[in-house]
């Protein structure tokens, strides 16, 4: 496979991780975070300075997304008792005090950012990644996690009537999405070799829950259809003719405009794909809401 093709794909198995996250916080349980870049950045920072510093590659990712993970329970547990709105806006405001940290840190090399990174990641390595990440979140659904989680999402107080302690799952959800950020950020820091504070702005957040969005909220297979059709879909216009590259851009936005316009609860959402399993481990599927309902009722 030539390096352009290989590129493209390590770039869609990142955003498909990004996406995966935070359809698990947004998704899942309901809450709107505009700040998932800013755990993408601190799972790339941290595992780039400790690859830097000589330790191992898979050591320096698991750190990443440990600490990342547990930036994400810092934040979650005095903000996820807000909804809505203002969860969105104290998410904004997190990320935008991280990206401040590590424009005036010296160890985080400020506005020039770290540059000479070791190159790790490659193609095999992202996709068994997002391949065994994936499969833990697709299993997750038919859990008993992921079913409390879909309750809190759909209806918090009725959940909450029945007894369970929407916080917990919420803070739980915002951690693991926040630890798949960190995993995405890592192997990103170690393909491209340089990271800097604006590889990781609320443009880059806005940009995942695009790919969350499009491709169905909730459904696990969403972050996957809407990683691929933004990760692909400017490439494949570049490659169209000279005047549709020259305003790519233009007809990427278009598109989306018109695919949200005409699916506007996702390409999967709604009376989209659904895909189940059984206890026997077969697979079914419906493409009807009210059969997905009642079978994932039984």
């Known amino acids: 496979m030539s390096g352009y093709y290989s590129q493209i794909i390590i770039i869609t ?148 009537a029945t007894g369970v302690n929407s916080s917990y799952y919420k803070i739980m959800a915002f951690v693991i999405g926040a630890g798949l950020a960190g995993m995405a950020g890592g192997l990103y820091a170690h393909y491209f070799r340089y990271i800097n504070p604006a590889n990781f702005t609320f443009n880059k957040s806005i940009e995942i829950l695009c790919m969350v969005v499009l491709g169905g909220l909730g459904n696990p297979f969403g972050p996957v259809v809407g990683g691929v059709i933004i990760s692909i879909l400017p490439e494949a216009l570049r490659n169209i003719s000279p005047v549709v590259s020259q305003y790519r851009m233009v007809l990427y936005g278009v598109i989306l405009i018109v695919m949200m316009i005409i699916r506007p609860q996702g390409i999967l959402g709604g009376n989209g794909l659904f895909i189940n399993a059984n206890r026997k481990g077969n697979f079914k599927i419906f493409r009807s809401v009210k059969g997905a309902v009642k079978n994932a009722d039984s």
């Open 13 to 160: 198995g990142i955003n498909i991780l990004l996406a995966m996250g935070l359809n698990l916080i947004t998704g899942y349980t309901g809450q709107l975070s505009l700040g998932h870049a800013t755990f993408m950045g601190i799972g790339a920072y941290t595992s780039s300075l400790l690859t830097k510093a000589g330790l191992p590659f898979y050591i320096s990712l698991l750190a990443g997304v440990l600490i990342a993970s547990l930036f994400g329970l810092a934040i979650g547990m005095p903000t996820l008792r807000l909804r809505g709105d203002y969860l969105a806006i104290a998410t904004l405001g997190f990320g935008e005090i991280v990206r401040t940290f590590l424009n005036n840190l010296s160890i985080t090399g400020g506005p020039n950012g770290i540059r000479a990174i070791p190159l790790k990641t490659d193609l095999t390595t992202v996709i068994i990644l997002t391949a065994v990440c994936f499969y833990l979140l697709y299993r997750l659904q038919s859990s008993r996690l992921g079913k409390v989680m879909r309750a809190i999402g759909q209806d918090e107080i009725a959940s909450e």
